[in-house]
């Protein structure tokens, strides 16, 4: 069996939704049901990659090992499945207001254990800080976030604790997760909190946002068009699993990898993931990591 890491990157807001309505929001992203942590599903991140190259494009030299990817067309659909699989993205770092350092990519021990988990697929090892206490805030060497030994943000306010473990897991995850312009940034501004204070975050940092259908004569909101509308804010890191299982496909694992890192290639790494794309929404940078089997 063959895996990657697929890293997402926002450079805008995304809005992956569920489709229904959740409290007082009516147009939620999608979460994981027992852990309330926000992802974009794998198929709408294998949708957007597959439809690079088109039904339009099957003259194309790449289209026999695109099918072989991403599976036949609709017509074909019962010949085989696709050869890659491609796991939730699920959020590694979510980016919250601080007092310093414009903003902090927070995460917490649940998150790193579970980064940590997946970068093991790909055969990478992380070493993961200590948990802190619900009053610390584990920061690595040189922060931007401390001011007076204290690290503030959102509402919240922290012992700041500096972790050699931490500094060194920012170093790798940087390298392993951003280009090389961010990753030079990361450490300065990865933050830890315990995980009682990100569920708290998860829940309320994300961005909302109100939106409007004008009536064009009125100029007044349409009946029923008004809506709020929930997205993963800008600078958010998320990671997923990619599984390459060739099975009825022609093209081998390292064939149909070689492919997805063509496509990313031609994209510059840019993709556009969920839903209003004509409004900027779900830009992105995507990288494809590791490699084991």
Request: glycine share 10%.
């Amino acid at each position: 069996m063959n895996t990657r890491l697929l890293c997402l990157h926002a450079r805008s807001a995304i809005h992956c939704g569920t489709g229904q309505a959740i409290g007082g929001i009516d147009l939620p992203i999608a979460r994981e049901k027992p852990t309330n942590i926000p992802l974009v599903p794998g198929s709408s991140i294998k949708g957007v990659l597959r439809a690079i190259v088109d039904d339009r494009d099957e003259k194309h030299k790449k289209w026999s090992v695109h099918i072989d990817a991403f599976g036949p067309t609709t017509k074909n659909a019962s010949e085989h499945a696709g050869g890659l699989q491609f796991g939730d993205l699920r959020l590694a770092f979510l980016p919250v207001r601080s007092a310093r350092g414009t903003f902090a990519w927070a995460t917490s021990p649940y998150l790193l254990r579970r980064l940590a988990r997946d970068c093991a697929e790909v055969g990478t090892k992380l070493v993961t800080p200590p948990e802190p206490t619900a009053t610390q805030a584990l920061v690595a060497k040189d922060s931007r976030l401390v001011a007076d030994k204290r690290v503030a943000f959102e509402d919240f306010d922290f012992e700041a604790k500096e972790s050699p473990e931490l500094t060194a897991l920012a170093k790798a995850l940087g390298d392993l997760l951003l280009d090389a312009e961010d990753a030079a940034l990361f450490g300065g501004r990865v933050c830890v909190v315990h995980d009682d204070v990100m569920s708290v975050l998860l829940q309320t940092c994300t961005e909302i946002t109100t939106r409007i259908k004008l009536d064009p004569d009125k100029k007044t909101v349409d009946k029923g068009a008004l809506w709020t509308e929930e997205a993963l804010p800008v600078e958010s890191l998320l990671v997923g699993v990619v599984v390459a299982a060739p099975v009825g496909a022609r093209s081998s694992a390292a064939v149909m990898f070689a492919h997805l890192q063509g496509l990313l290639d031609d994209q510059r790494g840019a993709l556009q993931v969920g839903g209003d794309a004509t409004v900027g929404r779900g830009v992105c940078r995507a990288r494809l990591v590791g490699g084991k089997g």
